[in-house]
């Protein structure tokens, strides 16, 4: 599945803890950005990497991104909160 934010295509797969989804930058030496939902937590994690090293993975601030506990809720704050980030 793929929902397209802000004129960004983000690609969504299903994680054992929640769901992540993932877009990479334009440019010849393009950046990964990766937002993960942990479901059980309803915490957001924000990764970026740039080929061919590993990932940096931070927590986004919990006061702002915040779900309801369902992976629709998640999507709607990935939704709104995209523009916020990098891409």
């Known amino acids: 599945m793929a929902i397209e934010v802000d004129g960004v295509s983000l690609h969504e797969t299903s994680r054992g803890s929640g769901a992540a989804w993932r877009w990479s930058s334009q440019g010849p030496t393009p950046i990964d950005y990766e937002i993960q939902w942990v ?8 990764g970026t ?9 931070s927590q986004l601030d919990p006061n702002t991104w915040v779900g309801d ?7 709607d704050m990935v939704k709104r909160g995209l523009p916020t980030l990098p891409h």
């Open 69 to 75: 506990g369902t992976l629709e809720g998640a999507r």
């Open 49 to 57: 990497r740039v080929r061919p090293g590993g990932w940096n993975v």
């Open 39 to 46: 479901e059980n937590k309803d915490t957001f994690l924000y």
